[in-house]
């Protein structure tokens, strides 16, 4: 069982940069693979980005959509993942949500692999 909790989303002008993290708790953080996932509205929701363990080598996937620009990284120590955002444009607007899979070590990127779910932060960017 892990509790997520995201935070650091807010209002940013189109081309400007933000920092969500996302606060784990409960065990064995280290294990578990995690992501980034994103919903604006009227949307489905859609895979953002993923990191593995650190037995997977930390391996990361992005959707192409933020392929040079958003970076996942996670401290284990701290039990925290973030996703650095650059560079943002009026769609990424939406919900961002982490998520983490108990079962899958690797860089997944379909949200029925993902067993535990963030309640969200909100990113509205504007132009």
């Known amino acids: 069982q892990v509790d997520l909790v995201e935070s650091g989303g807010g209002l940013v002008q189109a081309g400007g940069s933000l920092r969500l993290s996302c606060a784990a708790s409960?065990?064995?953080?280290?294990?578990?693979?995690l992501g980034w996932f994103r919903q604006g509205s009227g949307k489905e929701r859609e895979f953002v980005a993923a990191?593995?363990?650190?037995?997977?080598?930390?391996?990361?996937n992005y959707a192409d959509f933020v392929k040079g620009r958003f970076t996942v990284s996670r401290d284990n120590a701290k039990e925290i993942m973030y996703l650095e955002m650059n560079s943002l444009n009026p769609d990424d607007t939406g919900v961002y949500y982490c998520a983490a899979s108990g079962q899958f070590e690797g860089a997944v990127k379909m949200a029925w692999q993902f067993n535990y779910w963030g309640q969200g932060t909100q990113v509205t960017v504007v132009s």
């Open positions: 409960g065990r064995s953080f280290g294990s578990y693979g």
């Open positions: 990191i593995g363990t650190t037995w997977s080598g930390g391996i990361t």
